[in-house]
């Protein structure tokens, strides 16, 4: 069983909805995680990092995590076209230098 | 701001050839990742270093090989290529130093292919 699992999607919401990714994780030690948005062919685009638990915003984006439940989750609201993409949830370590641990990822479409 | 640079961007071989692959990690970042991402899947960890030391070992096939230099630039060195090794290979950078510090950012990736 994979260390962290996401729903592949596609996640499709209209223009201006509130899209929310999941995913929930297994690996307890995890300190860090981490949302990262990659569109097809590119690179990963880092979103948002989550250190406590609790919800973090940024502008349109907001964190939530829940270390009992092992769940962090992303909120995206006012969702534009261009946030079609895949979403990876990734897991970092409780230090420096440690690699991190990706989803599959969630495919959301965000249709005009 | 400076961002991760990785060359080459596209890279064409052939079977049983060698390869090797560039990162240039932001400016004063002293850790460097790899990791390889193949066609519909999620990138996979490879090996890390820290200040030119290897810090973690991954998936990484005994014919890959893997440095950090004293400018803190890594090379990913691949011998004997295989079809399956055909894939979008990260190189992502991070200041250590625990919490806040250790976000990783990625560069644009090189495309490999083996034909």
């Known amino acids: 069983q994979k260390e962290v699992e996401q729903n592949s999607g596609p996640l499709s919401v209209p223009e201006g909805a509130i899209a929310s990714l999941n995913c929930t994780y297994s690996d307890r030690v995890s300190q860090s995680f981490f949302w990262y948005r990659q569109y097809s062919g590119k690179s990963p685009e880092l979103i948002m990092s989550?250190?406590?638990?609790g919800d973090k915003e940024d502008g349109r984006f907001t964190a939530q995590l829940n270390k009992a439940s092992q769940y962090v989750s992303l909120l995206i609201r006012d969702s534009q076209p261009s946030d079609s993409a895949t979403y990876l949830c990734?897991?970092?370590?409780?230090?420096?230098?440690?690699?991190?641990?990706f989803g599959t990822g969630t495919r959301l479409l965000v249709s005009p | 701001a400076a961002g991760v640079i990785q060359s080459p961007r596209h890279l064409i071989k052939e079977k049983r050839e060698t390869a090797t692959l560039k990162c240039y990690p932001i400016p004063r970042h002293d850790t460097v990742y790899w990791y390889q991402q193949g066609p519909g899947q999620d990138p996979q960890f490879l090996i890390s270093?820290?200040?030119?030391?290897?810090?973690d070992k991954g998936s990484i096939p005994d014919r890959f090989s893997a440095q950090q230099f004293s400018d803190y630039h890594s090379e990913l060195n691949m011998s004997s290529l295989e079809l399956g090794d055909s894939a979008l290979y990260f190189c992502?950078?991070?200041?250590?130093?625990?919490?806040?510090?250790?976000?990783?950012?990625f560069g644009p990736g090189t495309r490999l292919t083996v034909l």
């Open positions: 989550i250190y406590s638990n």
């Open positions: 992502a950078s991070s200041l250590a130093g625990g919490r806040g510090l250790d976000t990783q950012y």
């Open positions: 990734a897991l970092g370590g409780n230090t420096g230098f440690q690699k991190l641990v």
């Open positions: 270093f820290y200040e030119k030391m290897q810090s």
